[in-house]
């Protein structure tokens, strides 16, 4: 990762290979400035300007709220885009100055950190290492318009080290998400979660074939029948000396999804591998909380598992036997990712947790709703809905809720069992997903859970914001944030 380091001297006075300056709203009257320099370019705040003769960059913000300055995630992602611009450069050293309090500096932080990230393990010529391009971000202690906004050491540190581990954590699930099928398996994800534990101190407990079986979990191991690879129930356990509440994270780990019998056709099979990123996201959130010492007790589950054909797939027509006692008709085999995660939920909800939260990537129809990148909230408590959806914007994710509404349930009624896996109409497909795992929800958990579906934001084909082209680690801010809140609260 890229050091960067607070120093004691001005921006003029802290020596590196080149300046950084973050031009807010086209306000280009503070002394770092060269205006002769930028009118003879015919820069005016806007994008990107390299002042060669001087080496400085600037990059332009565009404030999208008139109340502040600038917002965190705007800096985060200007960030990202000077870092992306400069690595390319024979420059090891580049400085900026302070832009604003703790919270804006840990975006800022976040946006270089992450703007360093590519995923090229699979590429037989590969990008200059850090080490010999871009090394060291320095800090000078002067803020950008001559306020009085210095950054205490302390400051510095909290700002540093939360953008650290959110950083490293993000990567950590966008690597995992990334990696292909052929090598990205339930195993692979059964390894990855045991490295975490190692790291962290963390509980770890893998459960096989004959676990998914001895707890009767019908719906999972129908799913992963026609896979060559066995499927694994992943359960970390992070649990500090002081607790405030108990978190339990579901997330959906499809390490690869065809469709089933119900096949995808074949432009839509592509991206497949990240239909574990609700997985992979719970692997990651749980190793920030760790890293964080957070007081709250966290667990994360996956259910980890193919979806493929075969002679013994298992197909439309079918009714399964689910752990929580209920039996769903199977109408699609592509409306997978929710068999496996109602029998994860019955397990979770047997940790008796304050509050419940499933992360999956699980309708195409929730990105009609709501794009590419934007994730829906759902869930019984409107309360608590709201409470995660303010959190999870302060992080600098995109969420928004959407809502049950008692007319849909009858559309995933069934004539031959107590539920199917599909609704009886294609519109709100979202909503009847949630409404589906709802199903398995317990009365004395409707109120502590929540359902998230990542579908639009966890993988997209070009970069965005603070994000590269591919996995985005989507959740994982959000998540942190809400657990952070309720570790104060309760």
Known sequence: MLKISLEKTSFVETKADLGIVFVVDKNLKHPWVMPAVLKEFGYEGEGIFFDQQHKILYVGIKSLNPEMPFDPEMLAEAGTQAIRYIKKMPFATAKIGIY??????????????????????????????SSETLKEIFVANECFDGADCTLSPEDFDGAFNKALILAESMVLARDAINTPPEDATPLFMADLAQKIAKENQLKCFIGDEAFLKQEKMGAFLAVNRASAHPPRLIHLTYQPKKSRARIVLVGKGLTYDSGGLSLKPADYMVTMKADKSGGCAVLAIINALAKMEIQAEIHAIVGATENMIGGNAYKPDDVLFAREGKTIEVRNTDAEGRLVLVDCLSYAQDLKPDYLIDIATLTGACVVALGEYTSGIMGHNEALKTRFEDLALTSGELVAKLPFNRHLNKLIESKIADVSNVASSRYGGALTAGIFLGEFIRPEYKDKWLHIDIAGPAYVEKDWGIHTAGASGAGVRACVAFAQDVAKRG
């Open 100 to 129: 604003g309090d703790k919270k804006m500096m840990e975006s800022l932080f976040l946006g270089m950190l992450l703007g360093t990230y590519v995923f090229e393990q699979y590429k037989s010529k590969k990008s200059p290492p």
